[in-house]
Nanobody, 115 residues
């Protein structure tokens, strides 16, 4: 059974930081391209960052410079470091794992940025 379990979300003030984690099980983690999506209320889900099996990151233009994605294949975990959080970063953040035609999703973790 494949599971992606996100953690690390919460309420943070503008300018703060969070590190999201996604622990994977039931897959050969090193084969999967990992990604983070987010979905704000009333908006479409958007890809914010992804990382290849070789560790090469890609970012949406809207988050580049503030978000950092990393993976630890030994721990089957992908991370998303988010710095200088802004109110428009408020969203549910979802982890995804993709390999060939397979794609799996986590249940999401909520990030709320508010003073």
């Amino acid at each position: 059974q494949v599971q992606l379990v996100e953690s690390g979300g919460g309420l943070v003030q503008p300018g703060g930081s969070l590190r999201l984690s996604c622990a994977a099980s039931g897959i050969t983690f090193s084969l999967y391209r990992m990604g983070w999506y987010r979905q704000a209320p009333g908006k479409q889900r958007e890809l914010v960052a992804s990382i290849t099996t070789g560790g090469s990151p890609n970012y949406a233009a809207s988050v580049e410079g503030r978000f950092t994605i990393a993976r630890d294949n030994a721990k089957n975990t992908v991370y998303l470091q988010i710095n200088n959080l802004q109110p428009n970063d408020t969203a549910a953040y979802y982890c995804t794992a993709a390999w060939i035609s397979r794609q799996y999703w986590g249940q999401g973790t909520q990030v709320t940025v508010s003073s």
